[in-house]
C-alpha cells in the first residue's frame, strides 16, 4: 500500500526516556510508520542552545535512540538520525534566516519563555530556533509534521517562513508542511502536579527495572483529600486512576472507579495494581531494549545509515535551493 506522505518529527536528547515522553510522542511515532515515510531527528544543535556542557550529550543521544528503537521504530524502513550528521541544514537555515523579520522572532512567547528561563544565557541560536527547527522540516521535503494543537502556532510560524522563500526566489521548491494534530497527552508526575520532567525528578524511566518503577509508583500522588484508608476517593482527580485507564484492562479500570469511591480499594492497593500492569506493558520494551544495548555498534550503525539516507534527499533539496535562488 502506497504512503500517504513523508513525516518529519525531532525531539532534543534527553537521555533515557520517561513515561511523559512515551504517551506524548514516541508510540505515535511508532503509529505513524504505518501509514507515511517517516523521518525522525535526535535535534543536538537545538539541544546547544539551553545546555551549558555537551559532556552527556553523546550518551543522551544513545539512550534516547534505544528508547525509541526498542518501543518499536522500524530503522529498515524509518530514516532516524542525528542532526547535526546532516550539515547541510545548518546552510538551509543560514538561508531561510535571510528571509526571517527579527520582529516575528522576539515575539514569539516561546523565544520569551526561553529567555525568561536563562536570562544569562540570551544565544542568538535561541532566537533562530524557529528557523532551524524549519529547515529541519523542509530540507526533507517533509508533507506532515505531527504536532499538538499547543504547537500548532511553531509549525505557522514555519509555513511563513516557506512563503516568505517561496515568494522571495519566485520558485515552489520548498513544501509548506501540513499540521497533523495528534492528542498529546500531558502527563503529571508522580507529585500528581507539574509535567512529568527529569528535571524535576518527577519521572518514571521506561527503561527502569520493574522494582524501580513499583517504587515510584509507590511516590504517586493519589486522591489529596481521601487521608485515611477508610475516606472515599475520587478517581476523577486521581493522577494514578489516569494511569490506569491507559495501561489497565478495563475491568480492573471499571473496578478501581467504583470501589476507591466508596473506600473498597485503598490507595496502596490502587498503586501497586498499576505498577503491575505499567510492568508487564513494558517487560517486551525492556527485553527488546536489553537486546539492542547488548550489540555496542548497533546504535551507531543506525544513526549513521540513517544519515546517510537523509543526506540523499538534503543534497537534492539544497542543490533545488542553491538553484532558486541563483546562487553563482
Avoid at 517561496?166 to 495528534?182: A, D
Avoid at 481521601?226 to 473496578?255: A, L, Y
Amino acid at each position: 500500500m502506497p504512503k500517504k506522505g513523508r513525516v518529519f518529527s525531532g525531539a532534543r536528547p534527553t537521555g533515557k526516556q520517561h513515561l511523559g515522553n512515551y504517551l506524548g510522542a514516541i508510540r505515535n511515532y511508532v503509529a505513524l510508520q504505518d501509514d507515511y515515510d517517516c523521518v525522525y531527528c535526535i535535534v543536538d544543535v537545538h539541544a546547544l542552545t539551553t545546555v551549558d556542557t555537551t559532556q552527556d550529550l553523546k550518551q543522551n543521544t544513545v539512550e534516547m535512540a534505544l528508547d525509541w528503537l526498542a518501543a518499536g521504530i522500524r530503522p529498515e524502513e524509518t530514516i532516524l538520525f542525528i542532526q547535526s550528521h546532516v550539515p547541510e541544514v545548518m546552510e538551509l537555515h543560514t538561508y531561510l534566516s535571510m528571509v526571517t523579520q527579527m520582529g516575528k522572532l522576539t515575539d514569539l512567547p516561546t523565544f520569551k519563555e526561553k529567555l525568561a528561563q536563562q536570562p544569562e544565557n540570551a544565544n542568538y541560536g535561541l532566537l533562530g530556533y524557529p528557523v532551524l527547527m524549519t529547515a529541519d522540516i523542509v530540507l526533507y521535503k517533509s508533507d506532515i509534521v505531527p504536532v499538538g494543537i499547543d504547537q500548532a502556532p511553531h509549525l505557522e510560524f514555519a509555513r511563513e517562513i516557506v512563503r516568505s522563500f517561496n515568494y522571495r526566489y519566485n520558485t515552489k521548491v520548498l513544501i509548506e508542511p501540513q499540521v497533523k494534530h495528534t492528542e498529546v497527552l500531558k502527563v503529571l508526575g508522580i507529585d500528581g502536579k507539574a509535567k512529568m520532567s527529569k528535571s524535576l525528578n518527577n519521572h518514571i524511566e521506561l527503561a527502569a527495572t520493574p522494582e524501580e518503577t513499583t517504587a515510584r509508583v509507590r511516590e504517586m500522588v493519589t486522591d489529596p483529600a481521601r487521608v485515611k484508608r477508610t475516606d472515599p476517593g475520587n478517581p476523577d482527580i486521581c493522577n494514578v486512576f489516569s494511569m490506569h485507564k491507559i495501561f489497565s484492562p478495563q475491568d480492573e479500570v471499571d473496578m478501581i472507579n467504583v470501589e476507591c469511591r466508596r473506600a473498597g480499594i485503598g490507595c496502596v492497593d490502587c498503586k501497586m495494581r498499576f505498577a503491575a500492569n505499567l510492568n508487564k506493558h513494558l517487560e517486551l520494551f525492556r527485553a527488546e531494549r536489553a537486546e539492542l544495548a547488548s550489540k555496542p555498534d548497533y546504535v551507531t550503525d543506525v544513526l549513521n545509515d540513517g544519515a546517510s539516507r537523509a543526506r540523499v534527499i538534503a543534497q537534492q533539496t539544497m542543490k533545488e535551493v542553491r538553484e532558486a535562488m541563483a546562487l553563482p
